[in-house]
């Protein structure tokens, strides 16, 4: 095993490549009473065409079929249910798909290796009938309907439908009443079957573990799989630019919603990017810049925006999401600001009172086993080790910051989306 | 006990609660008094205008500016309605110095001291609170209250409790009313608030890696030392008594796919050891996945994607809510219903029953992974009056048994069925 230590923040991982081609993180924590485990594969609601290994035509299937995998894992043949068998052990079991990848997991503070037994087990073991994928259109046809109410699930997508052209990233993670309808048992075979190869696959443990006790443990539950060769994903092409500039919808809320998103292109310097823009963005609207001041003090804004950097190695791109009586202002005025900052550089006390900041923020994310386990997760489908963050920040300065922005914060790659009655 | 508990002054309290298990350390401090529709709106704005500035740091900008100075100590207000009390909340969590890039920063100490300033030290000019600041925050809380109408499942449940509590305390809206935001201004607020801070009940919790004295620092506090010593009024949540109801029908119309089925049930509560059945009988219910509502109204007839049950535990109530189709209104009823008189059956598994309290068990044990959580927990036994461990907390559902929950079975009533629909 691999030990990566970060001596600041006195943690660590232990890492392992398995024979199959899996990888397992290991992060102990003593002191803890809760154990938390992350299986995830990755794949995620963007992989809708892909050539299998070993096969020459392209498969394409419907949207919406990571998801509705992500549903249907926990049925198995011999009629039980594993999420009602994890949760009678008393242990907290959930799964969720993203646009990148599909995760099961639970966490616990007692029964860990009955809980694991099971967990690993119904990962193995798909069980899918023309009978019970019918009845699970009814139950996801109801979790789309849900979403359709949340103004916040709403400004967002029309977001990403204004920035992209192509790109599944746009596209419900669900997929669409519609699409759904088209998938049948034989899809959910095909797709398991080629991303839920253990070379496709990492396992992500924290809590108070002994590295080598538990990797034992998580091989022997392992069936005989051999890895598969590299999967290839066909993704659309994406054109440079927008597809437009401003997107609204009706929906009955008391304050318009909105979300500005900047269309960018992933970086090879990741981690120091992403740190760069968490840095501009509050240097631009955080609670202490400027703008947020203005913006309050002229009734605009209620609260400081979120602002978000989500990005793989295919696609990236910046989110501002609050409320605002008037969000075109809001809008305008980031971009007045932005052509400011470009003219007159960064301020240097500024950005390393934001640097600061933004550590703190990073310690905090080992707080908890259940956000520490799904960082690292996360950031290792995106090709990143989770200390990165921590060890690269001192090397982020206002020069790189400034060329930063002048890259991704162009006026042209920006939209407004709105949600308003 | 790692939790210490010293009363500073009378109606004064710390608690601190020495742990290692955190990167950060958290300071609350939380001012409580009964709700009445008089003072709700008061509190609601009263809470957002302390966050605007305090006499040293009299701007929004160098409060946040302090902050992220203090590598981003996060500061957090709320409020909420515990019982029939108003709690308005202040947060300020901070790195534990070890995982400082560089040593020999205090940041516990200035945290503590940070905070009390918030929220005792506010920026006053000529006898009043900013006039800009409380016009401003008057605004934000009227934004907030019609805000209300937005998350759709958490209106539903609201609207169902105020319906429950009609011209009751516990029926007032957390944010206050935007009818009575006119009769606010910079001079009876700031009244208030002197009269407020040196009548309410305090509580001020410190946790994380202690290594400081702490009434030590609070003692030789300015701003501490500025309170009076007072007999706090507030509403003891031990026990709770129900006036049996006739059951009443709500349904209301708005703009959703969704419609909000919402049930509101009343259990008496004679003390604390009721609590402990009655959160078993919960967990059977609805509290988990494999629970009656879930398996039934999820897994079985497929009529909703969420179907869940929630105690209140300090009003004595049970709050079904399940977002389904709105024309399997009735359906879904029914089965609920069904499920309600399985439950006085004693129509349960000892397994399931096993389950529900394994479940709740593992909650409890990981109150103490999470810093808030677990002063959530002492604060909620300061405010009953009964002061309960964890591990007799844990003993004390062990032993709860299949009577016992039939027993709370046959004492839950229906109070209000509320629907949201289109």
Redo the contacts between chains.
């Keep these: 095993m691999q030990l990566i230590e970060n001596l600041?923040?006195?943690e660590k991982v232990y890492k392992e490549k398995l024979e199959n081609g899996m990888t397992v993180l290991i992060i102990p924590r003593e002191?803890?009473?809760?154990k938390y485990v992350i299986w995830g594969t990755h794949y995620g609601s963007n992989e809708s065409k892909f050539i299998v290994p070993g096969e020459k035509e392209a498969t394409e299937v419907p949207k919406g079929v990571a998801h509705f995998l992500e549903h249907k894992m926990f049925e198995q043949e011999n009629g039980t249910?594993s999420?009602?068998v994890l949760?009678?052990?008393?242990?907290?079991?959930n799964a969720y798909t993203t646009n990148d990848h599909t995760a099961y997991l639970f966490?616990?503070?007692?029964k860990f290796y009955e809980a694991l037994d099971e967990l690993m087990d119904y990962v193995q073991h798909p069980y899918f009938t023309d009978e019970n994928v019918e009845?699970e259109k009814?139950?996801i046809g109801?979790?789309i309907?849900?979403y359709?109410?949340?103004?916040e699930w709403r400004v967002y997508l029309n977001t990403l439908e204004a920035m992209y052209h192509n790109h599944p990233v746009k596209l419900d993670i669900t997929g669409t009443i519609e699409t759904i309808s088209h998938i049948n048992k034989e899809v959910l075979y095909k797709c398991y079957n080629t991303f839920y190869n253990p070379s496709n696959m990492v396992l992500v443990v924290c809590g108070d573990f002994k590295p080598d006790e538990i990797l034992e443990e998580i091989k022997k539950r392992l069936l005989p799989k051999e890895a598969t060769g590299e999967i290839k994903r066909i993704y659309p092409k994406e054109p440079n630019g927008v597809v437009k500039n401003y997107v609204e919808q009706k929906?009955?809320?008391?304050?318009p919603l909105f979300t500005i998103g900047i269309k960018d292109i992933p970086s090879e310097e990741k981690v120091k990017k992403h740190i760069a823009i968490e840095v501009l963005l509050n240097m631009l609207l955080?609670?202490?810049s400027k703008l947020y001041?203005k913006l309050?003090?002229e009734?605009i804004i209620?609260a400081q925006p979120s602002l978000e950097y989500e990005f793989t190695d295919d696609y990236a791109h910046v989110l501002i999401t609050g409320?605002a009586t008037a969000p075109e202002k809001v809008f305008e005025s980031l971009k007045k600001e932005v052509a400011y900052l470009k003219q007159n550089g960064l301020n240097e006390n500024e950005f390393s009172?934001?640097k600061?900041?933004?550590?703190?923020?990073y310690?905090?994310e080992?707080?908890?086993?259940a956000e520490t386990a799904r960082m690292f997760l996360a950031d290792f489908f995106k090709g990143i080790n989770s200390f990165d963050y921590i060890d690269e920040i001192e090397s982020v300065k206002p020069e790189y910051g400034l060329q930063v922005l002048t890259e991704t914060f162009n006026d042209n790659n920006m939209v407004l989306s709105v949600v308003k009655k | 006990m790692k939790i210490k508990k010293q009363e500073i002054k009378s109606g004064i309290k710390l608690h601190t609660i020495n742990t290692?298990?955190?990167?950060?350390n958290l300071v609350a401090v939380f001012l409580a008094i009964p709700i009445t529709r008089e003072n709700v709106t008061f509190n609601s704005v009263l809470t957002s205008v302390l966050r605007r500035g305090t006499k040293n740091m009299p701007?929004?900008?160098q409060v946040?500016?302090e902050?992220?100075?203090?590598?981003?100590?996060s500061f957090d207000c709320g409020i909420d309605k515990t019982g029939d009390n108003h709690i308005l909340k202040f947060y300020l969590?901070?790195?534990n110095d070890?995982?400082l890039?560089q040593t020999g920063e205090k940041m516990l100490k200035q945290s503590i001291e940070k905070l009390l300033e918030i929220v005792f030290n506010p920026l006053v000019e000529n006898g009043k609170f900013k006039e800009?600041y409380v016009e401003?925050e008057k605004?934000?809380v009227q934004?907030?209250i019609?805000?209300?109408?937005?998350?759709?499942a958490k209106y539903a449940i609201e609207r169902c409790i105020e319906e429950m509590y009609k011209e009751q305390p516990y029926g007032l809206y957390r944010y206050g009313y935007a009818e009575d935001l006119s009769k606010i201004n910079a001079s009876n607020l700031y009244k208030y608030y002197q009269e407020l801070i040196n009548t309410c009940k305090i509580d001020i919790f410190v946790s994380g890696k202690i290594d400081s004295d702490i009434s030590n620092i609070l003692e030789e506090n300015e701003n501490i030392k500025n309170l009076n010593p007072r007999e706090p009024k507030y509403v003891q949540t031990a026990t709770i008594r129900k006036i049996n109801t006739q059951e009443k029908e709500v349904s209301e119309s708005?703009?959703?796919?969704?419609g909000k089925l919402i049930i509101g049930m009343d259990i008496n509560i004679e003390d604390e050891k009721q609590k402990y059945k009655v959160s078993v009988y919960n967990a059977l219910l609805g509290g988990?996945?494999?629970s009656k509502l879930f398996?039934e109204v999820?897994?079985k007839a497929?009529?909703?994607?969420?179907a869940s049950s929630n105690f209140i535990r300090h009003k004595g109530n049970i709050i079904i809510s399940c977002?389904?189709?709105i024309k399997n209104y009735d359906k879904t009823l029914g089965i609920i219903r069904k499920q309600l008189e399985d439950m006085k059956a004693g129509n349960f598994t000892d397994?399931e029953l096993e389950?529900s309290k394994?479940?709740i068990?593992?909650a409890i044990?990981?109150i103490?992974?999470?810093?808030d959580t677990e002063i959530t927990y002492y604060f909620g036994q300061e405010l009953s009056g009964n002061e309960v461990s964890t591990k007799q907390y844990i003993e004390a559902i062990a032993q709860v048994s299949r009577k016992d929950v039939i027993n709370v079975a046959n004492s839950v009533s229906i109070n209000t069925i509320y629907f949201l629909k289109d």
């Design positions: 600041k923040l006195e002191n803890t009473q809760k249910n999420l009602d949760t009678a052990l008393g242990v907290e079991a966490e616990c503070t007692d009845k009814g139950i109801q979790e309907m849900m359709d109410d949340y103004p929906m009955e809320v008391s304050m955080g609670r202490s001041k309050y003090n009734g209620l409320k009172r934001i600061k900041m933004i550590y703190g923020g310690v905090k080992y707080n908890d086993v | 290692n298990r955190f990167k950060t701007t929004q900008e946040s500016k902050l992220e100075n203090m590598y981003g100590a969590e901070s790195i070890k995982f890039p800009e401003q605004n934000n934004r907030r019609e805000g209300k109408i937005d998350n759709k708005m703009d959703v796919t969704q988990s996945a494999t398996q999820r897994e497929s009529l909703a994607y969420s977002g389904i189709e397994e389950n394994k479940g068990i593992s044990k990981g103490e992974d999470e810093q």
